[in-house]
């Protein structure tokens, strides 16, 4: 995990805080309450319509999570008048049932299609929020309730409505408010059943729901570009669509609608647009948040006039310009301002600025802004501040001693900088409310301990330290005293030994201490973190076995690297069933023995990496029943025998299979190759977008797997961070024992990237097939004994940037266009029959294509291509997965045009 995963759950979690404080849950309803003296009596059908809606739930006290919820049904008494039962509210007049608000009240059991609660047709107002209706769907009947002005089923946890939200509920053509979201507590939670709304419905919704005002969608899936219609809305006050997995164009006219208060659209990765000078007519706009979406441009200047805007949250897109301090003078409400990850530049100039008209911003996220140079200093002068992001940015010098008198605040992060210069434990002693501390990661800063560190009061509430690159030579000993520490980041600092007391601190969840010097053996007391998540003892000099405890010690471990040490012996044998291990990388050890097949019990493992360690062991084919395994990586090991994935065994999520430098033995027959049938894209869209998008939720987007490479002549590929893995799909059998014709079949895995067969036994031509498989960048068929022409269909393959025939038999002509105009000659050598304009053996029976040789700048034209295309898609840590593969599918594009224009 990273420091940007901690700080949004963090961020997440003081939402889901806030909630409760500010009852956030009537922010979607207004209705007025209106204190009446006398009243008329309740309708005695009505009633019993009541009591029989209570009778469809139980009481629990789980149901709820607001902490101050009680069951308001108790009072539901047949002999007394509803109109006096807690939570009920009656028209003066007429007597009937106008208002039901039954939120948080640990209701619990399945909404019934027919409930008697559709018979009251005088409803105006319905507020069944935070209760658990048991995953049942919104009866469609809700159409029913033709006077509904406010419908509040929201719902916070895991998701406790599901399916599909009726089209019935565009009929309620009174509503003014409608809020169906969903508040997720953690991200990483396996949130299965997500309401839907189709497009259709929301459309419908907006054409007869003319009146509304509110609309809150958040983490409901619309999957559907956003319909222009929502312009006709001019009563919008608040629309809150996060997390819909909206794509397409952001209708710019919703910037016109001028009783909007709060706009929420984040994290929808693909949702893309600008922001038109009109926004500065919003004047009552007090909340704006796109973060993590695909906006561009510049933030327009009218936007800084807001003087109503208390959240401006626009981390997490493409903005771009220059932003000065004083352009933020205006916002005297501005509260929170969240800037990180943007292609922006920042306050160049500060020193005009009047401080003290600063606003009074609690959090500021500023991180990855270009910011250059000395900190700034008006920081300082921002003395509310309780959450600090300055991190990745350039800023130089030694960190001011004034970030250590913020005493509000509890989140400082200044890791990936370049600040240098000691800090002494006791600068932390004000701030006493921090729980994150980031300093780690490119500064150069030294600690400076002291003997004594039992009574410095360091910050001792801290949760989480990032401490990497801080030049430690020992483990720093005030950790010792940090009871709350849950994440210790503290890798590539030059640590030898881990002291015993670590393996006491039972909470913690991330121990990263990759990248240092450790020696000896793994103590088997680090099983005693029970609570552990995240364990990286990569890249250390370990030595001895590992303790047989570490597969089954903590049933909520999901990354465990021990790669790149000494370690020796077998691997743990025991993973108990239930585990949570997503990641295990004992890579480049001195690992040996048979892989254990309780590894069938991590269910939710996606990378299994073995590579480089002396595994003796038959093809592992029962992983094949491991439902989300992506990646296997056998590499350079010992494995014999027959690749083969019985029944049952079908690798469903399979990206990169690497078993390349075995002893792997047979011959290549289709139905091994329909091992591998997860690497055929069957819907494309579902490959680019939905697929995508399951995964943005866990920890596999924040970890680094740079230790994991896939070599292969001349092309060294780092699956560098988790998003390759939802893109990059690879196999690589090489240098094994293989041989017979590669089947035809090969070419239908078109959802391959890589494809690496060198240096075995393969005989036959080239299939034709190959042709097909048009996102490969990596062909490598090399030093086999290939014989046949060269397809001409591979010339179709436009991505193809790597390419290697070279020692086979081939004959015949070299294809002398597409990408073939810009592989060099070594790719071809070794086989004396085949010839080509730039082998010295000529083609003198086959006439040439008039095509130009390619100039040196075209060449290197499409060899950045390639590292284009990859870059790109790191580029899009920031902005999400989505849009980074949005971003290289478009950049794939363009240069693909370029390259057609060329030849
Ligand atoms: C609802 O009532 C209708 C008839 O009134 C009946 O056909 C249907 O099965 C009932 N549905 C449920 C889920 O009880
Ligand atoms: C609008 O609501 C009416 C009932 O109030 C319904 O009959 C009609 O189908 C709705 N229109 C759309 C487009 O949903
Ligand atoms: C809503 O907008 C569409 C297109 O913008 C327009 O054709 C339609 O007439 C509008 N409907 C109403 C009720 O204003
Ligand atoms: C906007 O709000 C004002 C003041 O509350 C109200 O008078 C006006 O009708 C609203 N405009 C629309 C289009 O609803
Ligand atoms: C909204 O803002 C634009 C540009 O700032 C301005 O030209 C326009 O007159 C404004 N419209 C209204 C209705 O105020
Ligand atoms: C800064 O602003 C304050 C409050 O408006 C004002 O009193 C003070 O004179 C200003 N200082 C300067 C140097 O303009
Ligand atoms: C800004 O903060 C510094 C340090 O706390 C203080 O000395 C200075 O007076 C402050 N300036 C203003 C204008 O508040
Ligand atoms: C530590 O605390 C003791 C007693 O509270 C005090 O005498 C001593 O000076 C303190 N040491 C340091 C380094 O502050």
Same mark, same amino acid.
């Given at each position: ?63 709820? $999570? !607001? ?13 007394? /008048? ?25 209701? $619990? ?69 409608? /809020? ?141 310009? #220059? ?65 600090? /992001? ?76 990032? %401490? ?24 590539? !600092? ?68 021990? =790669? ?16 949570? %291990? ?15 097949? =309780? ?95 399951? $995964? ?21 590929? /780092? ?19 293989? $041989? ?151 950049? =794939?594009?363009?240069?693909? #045009? ?6």
């Amino acid at each position: 995990m990273t420091l940007m995963g901690l700080l949004c759950s963090l961020a997440l979690s003081t939402q889901f805080l806030l909630l409760f404080s500010s009852s956030l849950f009537t922010n979607c309803l207004s209705l007025n309450d209106s204190t009446t003296t006398h009243h008329h009596e309740c309708h005695q059908h009505e009633s019993n319509a009541l009591l029989s809606f209570k009778q469809s739930f139980i009481i629990s006290k789980y149901a709820s $999570y !607001n902490p101050f919820s009680y069951p308001k049904t108790l009072s539901w008494i047949p002999t007394t /008048d509803c109109c006096l039962w807690d939570g009920i509210e009656c028209d003066e007049l007429t007597g009937h049932v106008i208002s039901i608000d039954l939120s948080s009240s640990q209701l $619990y059991g399945s909404m019934d299609a027919n409930s008697t609660l559709f018979s009251l047709v005088h409803l105006q107002s319905l507020d069944l929020s935070d209760n658990d209706f048991n995953h049942s769907q919104i009866p469609a009947r809700i159409g029913h309730l033709s006077q509904l002005r406010h419908l509040n089923l929201s719902q916070v946890g895991e998701t406790t409505l599901s399916g599909e939200v009726p089209t019935q509920i565009s009929h309620l053509s009174n509503l003014l408010s409608l /809020d169906l979201r969903i508040y997720i507590e953690q991200l990483d939670n396996p949130f299965i059943n997500r309401l839907q709304l189709k497009e259709s419905t929301l459309r419908s919704l907006i054409q007869n729901s003319t009146r509304l005002e509110q609309l809150c969608l958040d983490f409901v899936t619309i999957s559907s570009s956003l319909p222009h219609t929502l312009t006709n809305l001019t009563s919008l006050q608040k629309l809150s669509f996060s997390q819909c997995e909206l794509y397409g164009e952001f209708p710019i006219g919703i910037f016109s609608l001028a009783n909007l208060t709060s706009l929420n659209f984040a994290e929808n990765q693909n949702l893309q647009g600008t922001l038109p000078a009109s926004i500065g007519n919003l004047t009552n706009l007090a909340y704006l948040n796109l973060e993590d979406n695909s906006f561009h441009g510049e933030i327009p200047r009218s936007l800084f006039g807001l003087e109503n805007l208390v959240t401006l949250h626009l981390a997490s897109n493409l903005f771009d310009g #220059r932003l000065t301090l004083d352009m933020f003078l205006k916002l005297k409400m501005l509260n929170v301002l969240e800037l990180s990850f943007n292609k922006l530049s920042l306050f160049s100039q500060n020193r005009d600025v009047n401080v003290t008209i600063l606003p009074p911003i609690q959090t500021l996220g500023l991180g990855w802004c270009n910011l250059a140079g000395e900190v700034p200093t008006w920081i300082m002068n921002l003395t509310t501040l309780s959450f600090l /992001d300055l991190s990745r940015n350039n800023l130089q010098g030694e960190i001011p001693y004034f970030f250590f008198r913020l005493e509000h605040l509890t989140v400082l992060d200044l890791s990936g900088n370049l600040l240098e210069g000691q800090i002494e434990l006791d600068m932390l002693s004000k701030l006493q409310k921090l729980t994150i501390l980031g300093l780690g990661g490119g500064n150069k800063l030294y600690f400076l301990e002291g003997k004594n560190t039992s009574n410095i009061t360091f910050p001792s509430q801290i949760q989480s330290l990032i %401490l990497s690159s801080c030049n430690f030579v020992h483990f720093p000993n005030f950790i010792q005293h940090l009871q709350e520490l849950t994440d210790l980041f503290i890798s590539d !600092n030059s640590i030898k030994t881990i002291p015993s007391w670590l393996w006491n601190k039972t909470t913690l969840q991330t121990l990263e201490l990759s990248n240092n010097l450790l020696m000896g053996e793994i103590s088997p007391f680090i099983c005693n973190l029970q609570s552990l998540v995240y364990l990286d003892l990569s890249s250390n000099n370990l030595v001895g076995m590992i303790p047989s405890c570490l597969g089954s010690f903590s049933q909520s471990l999901q990354y465990l690297s021990l =790669a790149g040490n000494k370690l020796t012996g077998n691997i743990p044998q025991t993973y108990v069933k239930g585990n949570a %291990l997503q990641l295990i990388d004992f890579s480049s050890n001195k690992l040996y023995g048979q892989l254990p097949r =309780a590894l069938v019990n991590c269910r939710m493992l996606e990378v299994l990496a073995v590579s480089h360690n002396h595994f003796n062991d038959s093809f592992p084919f029962w992983l094949g029943s491991l439902p989300k395994l992506k990646v296997v990586s056998l590499r350079d090991n010992e494995f014999h025998g027959a690749i083969m994935c019985p029944l049952k065994y079908t690798f469903p999520q399979l990206r990169i299979m690497d078993l390349s430098q075995n002893g792997f033995s047979m011959k290549l027959t289709s139905e091994i190759i329909m091992c591998f049938k997860s690497m055929i894209i069957s819907n494309k869209r579902q490959l680019e977008f939905k697929d995508e998008i399951n $995964y943005s939720g866990n920890l596999f987007l924040d970890i680094d797997l740079s230790s994991f490479s896939m070599s292969n002549k001349g092309v060294v590929m /780092d699956y560098l961070g988790g998003q390759y893995l939802h893109h990059m799909v690879a196999i690589d059998l090489s240098s094994n024992k293989i $041989y017979g014709e590669i089947p035809d079949i090969m070419g239908s895995l078109n959802r391959l990237v890589v494809l690496n067969l060198s240096n075995n036994m393969f005989t036959g031509s080239i299939p034709s097939s190959f042709g097909k498989l048009s996102n490969l960048e990596v062909l490598d068929l090399s030093l086999n004994s290939l014989s046949g022409n060269i397809p001409q269909q591979l010339t179709g393959l436009t991505f193809l940037d790597f390419f290697n025939v070279s020692f086979n038999n081939l004959s015949g002509p070299i294809p002398e266009n597409g990408q073939f105009l810009t592989f060099d000659d070594n790719s071809f050598e070794g086989n004396k029959d085949l010839c080509g304009i730039r082998l010295l053996k000529k083609c003198e029976d086959h006439p040439k294509l008039p095509l130009q040789k390619p100039d040196g700048d075209q060449d290197s034209e499409s060899g950045s291509f390639f590292e284009l295309y990859w870059m790109v898609i790191l580029i899009g840590y920031g902005g999400g997965l989505v849009a980074g593969l949005a971003l290289g599918n478009a950049f =794939a594009i363009d240069v693909f #045009r370029l390259l057609e224009k060329i030849f």
